[in-house]
């Protein structure tokens, strides 16, 4: 799943953390060369990548916005 927002663009991607998966949302600001940061979304039931992505889009839903300054913004206000 991929997410355009005003001042970066995130995706989804899952992988494997020894015997689960744990999904990954990726984000980056739209300029060249930027740096890719990583939000862990791990799932202790995970047991498969198709699981721990759909983990990783159901969250990356839930993001309204990522700031200028790379903070996350979820739709109930809360920010990392």
Request: charged share 25%; aromatic share 8%; with cysteine.
């Amino acid at each position: 799943m991929f997410k355009n927002f005003q001042h970066h663009i995130a995706w989804t991607d899952a992988m494997n953390d020894g015997r689960r998966y744990v999904g990954l949302i990726e984000y980056q600001p739209k300029q060249p060369g930027a740096d890719v940061q990583v939000l862990w979304v791990v799932g202790l039931d995970c047991v498969c990548e198709s699981e721990a992505e759909t983990a990783a889009d159901n969250l990356l839903q839930q993001i309204r916005d990522i700031t200028a300054e790379g903070r996350v913004i979820y739709c109930d206000d809360v920010a990392l």
